[in-house]
């Protein structure tokens, strides 16, 4: 099947179901939760072994309590992520509370960019949704990284283009962004910067969710060329559909002279994460696997 006739499939698809209400759209979640979690066990060994490592003091029934809950926001995020094709500011406005705008609004007072890091938790697809709620800096842009499958790379860019975002290529980072300050001044960039990075890429580590951790601290340096403002977005789920997200400053730890920023980022995530562990991508191999 060729590449356009694949998009016009996926399109279709996932325009007839983002018509549907949520309430509708949470029972078919709901459904999948059934499938991924009981009938193909998705990633359940990777799930599995991340959760008992991270969290090694919790018990075998604390452990799959988290883990059932984690295999519901997964589908949430996959039906969520549809809706966004078509869902209105207003009703974008309703589900999501966010805090903290202020300080995007003070750093495009100064003319200074924004690097505002978040992880994979909750629903990230939703996090451009932000820009509804600050009127400066005009420009927002998010990286990522493009998908084997072309037709549905186009599907995702064309969903996440939902508030106005542009998708930039992480390995055209830097470029792009040094075009935009040149060009607009003030932007916000997202990062999310928890993914598993190769002994190849860094030798730079931290202490991430009781792991030694490798990372890629291409934000924080990309972020001093072209001296940017570092905030973290702190997000936390009310109750299904709903999300709450605050933008806090990142202030690094006092001697700390090695991409001080990324680490205290990961800090922050961390506790982020042990608020409520279900919301993390667990599915996701972060660490080398130990079996």
């Known amino acids: 099947m060729g590449e356009k006739m694949k998009y016009g499939l996926y399109m279709t698809l996932f325009r007839m179901l983002s018509w549907l209400p949520l309430w509708a759209l949470y029972g078919i ?30 018990t075998e029934a604390e ?15 996959i039906v969520e992520t549809v809706k ?11 589900r999501l509370n966010v805090r903290g705008a202020e300080l995007v609004e003070a750093a495009a007072d100064r003319n200074s960019p924004v690097i505002l890091y ?6 990230w697809e939703w996090v451009p949704a932000i820009t509804l709620y600050y009127d400066r800096p005009k420009v927002s842009a998010q990286l990522y990284k493009p998908l084997h499958d072309k037709a549905f790379d186009r599907v995702m860019l064309r969903v996440r283009s939902r508030f106005h975002s542009l998708s ?14 040149n060009n607009v001044g003030s932007f916000i960039t997202g990062f999310i910067a928890d993914n598993r990075t190769s002994w190849r890429e860094t030798k730079y580590h931290t202490m991430f969710l009781r792991h030694d951790t490798m990372f890629y601290p291409g934000g924080e340096e990309i972020g ?13 789920k009310p109750r299904r559909g ?8 990142i202030i690094p730890d006092e001697g700390v002279e090695e991409y ?12 982020t994460i042990d608020r409520d562990p279900a919301y993390w991508l667990w599915s996701h191999r972060r660490w080398p696997s130990k079996s």
Do not use: W
């Open 224 to 236: 001093r060329r072209i001296d940017a403002t570092f905030l973290y977005l702190d997000i936390s």
């Open 84 to 94: 966004l094709l078509n869902i209105s500011d207003k009703q974008m406005k309703r």
């Open 29 to 58: 979640s709901s459904f999948l939760k059934f499938i991924f979690k009981n009938i193909i066990h998705y990633r359940r060994n990777v799930i599995r072994e991340n959760l008992h490592s991270c969290y090694p003091e919790k």
């Open 63 to 77: 452990l799959l309590e988290i883990e059932d809950k984690f295999y519901g926001q997964l589908c949430d995020n």
């Open 260 to 271: 001080p920023y990324t680490r205290k980022y990961f800090e922050m995530l961390q506790d």
């Open 242 to 249: 709903h999300y709450d997200l605050e933008f806090k400053p």
């Open 168 to 181: 930039i290529e992480k390995d055209r980072a830097f470029r792009e962004m040094l075009r935009l300050r």
């Open 118 to 123: 978040l992880g994979h938790y909750c629903n």
